[in-house]
């Protein structure tokens, strides 16, 4: 596709909010040599720094001193005449160059994401491109980064156009059949080769599909909902896990009613961790949504932290409904508030642990402990206990491997939660999350659960509900045309429209087909400048 000299000529701030050291502002479209001259910049020679003064087009004021780069068309990112400044980052310095630029003919600023838009219709990039360097201007790990780049590259769009390069010559084969059936010289099975070449797509196709979701997971982030009864230090959790004070904590029961997201980067993976409203029945339609959204992002979650106040009987862990959810997602028990627990009560803690050979480890109960405490003594016993559960559970981690695994001593132990999922000891974690006592081995454990579910997910061919959508269409109709028996002949014509129909389908991912839809939603999340 050739530019097209009759568009408008875009401009924009392509650099960060300012204020900054440098600002790039772009111009691109057929005017941009002459927007440069208009603001009394010589032309630089083409992908060569030049100084140049910016004049204000009417007044001849200098606005910035700035380096000036040209890209003549086509050898520039929009396909286009594209000009670069970069000028000092001053809000004014900018206002002004954007306010000169305005005031050229044929010139206005460019809508998110136009650049790229135009660089994809001029043919320098197809559609998995342009959504590999979305990803990568939006990527937050390195992981992210990593699976956003090769993206970009073509792993899955160089990867597609060479499926349907295959597929078009098993279509020419078959049409090929069809088209010299009377002729001599043809030879008659061309449909078995055809067929042949059908089914090793398929199953490649099918191998791609089977990565268990990890590069959308990746993408996304694993997401992880903290969730609980009300008051057991969710929002508390939260906090220690962000490390800053993101969500609200209260000692009424019912604080937190939205879900709360916080983005963590554990070793380049990345995982959104949830805070949720306290899972209790509720006449307060409030909290009643808030409980429904916690039940909704929990279920949907990758991981549950399911986190109950250790110092409360069991009893008051409400029974969850994630198994209503239709598939296991895997819980882990977080029993918070243990410094409540002082030196860790033998008998609560077999209530807690519901095992019956649960055992303690060295740092037994010297006294009794009540189980419920509420104000300024629960303060004064909160701290006596600290040395008591710091000694529990986090010296004798290394020492005491029947504290490591949380408050059971039979590590092989396999149990059901109150999901009704199974869970095993090590799924267990004891913790005071105000004392910020535990957290260390929680996570650690997170981290190897992102490491295990994200391993190898950046050398995924899938990145986003748009290729599984559309390689799974694929799949579906070469699964139609293998399933059939076209040995009698006279069917080619079918089997054609079948190839064709699935070229096309392939197609859409590099964006050659109705594209425009798709174009809108991707566009939509790039930023001005882009
Ligand atoms: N002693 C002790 N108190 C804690 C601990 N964690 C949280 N708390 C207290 O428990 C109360 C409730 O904490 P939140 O973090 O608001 O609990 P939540 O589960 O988010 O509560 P909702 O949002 O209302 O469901 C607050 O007073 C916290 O200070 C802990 O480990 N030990
Ligand atoms: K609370
Ligand atoms: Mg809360």
Redesign the pocket.
Known sequence: MMPDSSRSTIFALSSGRPPAAIAVIRISGPRAGAALEALGVKIPAPRQARIARIRDPESSEIIDEALALWFPAPNSETGEDVAELQGHGGPAVIAGILDALSRIDGLRMAEPGEFTRRGFENGKLDLTAVEGLADLVSAETEAQRRLAFRQMKGQLGDRAEAWRERLVRALALVEARIDFSDEADVPEDLVGPALAIVQELRDEIATALADGRRGERLRDGLVVAIA??????????LNRLARREV??????????RDVIEVHLDLGGYPLTLL?T??VRETGDPVEMEGVRRARERAAAADLVLW?TDA?AGKSDAPTPDLAEAGRAVPVWQIR?????VRSMDAEMLRTMGNASGAKIGAASAAESTPRRRGGAQ?ATQ?GRSRAALASAVNINESRNPSLSTGILSDKTSAYKNEYGVSFSSEDEFI?????GLGLDRLMSRLSSFAATMLAGAEQSLVARARHRDILAAVQHILNGALDRSWSTGGEEELLAEQLRQAAMELGRLAGRVDVEDVLDIIFRDFCIGK
């Open positions: 609980g009864p009300p008051n057991a230090g969710k929002s508390t959790l969500a609200i904590v209260s000692p009424y029961a019912g604080t937190t805070d409203a306290g986190v110092s918070n508030k243990a410094d409540l629960a909160a913790l005071s999350a105000s004392e």
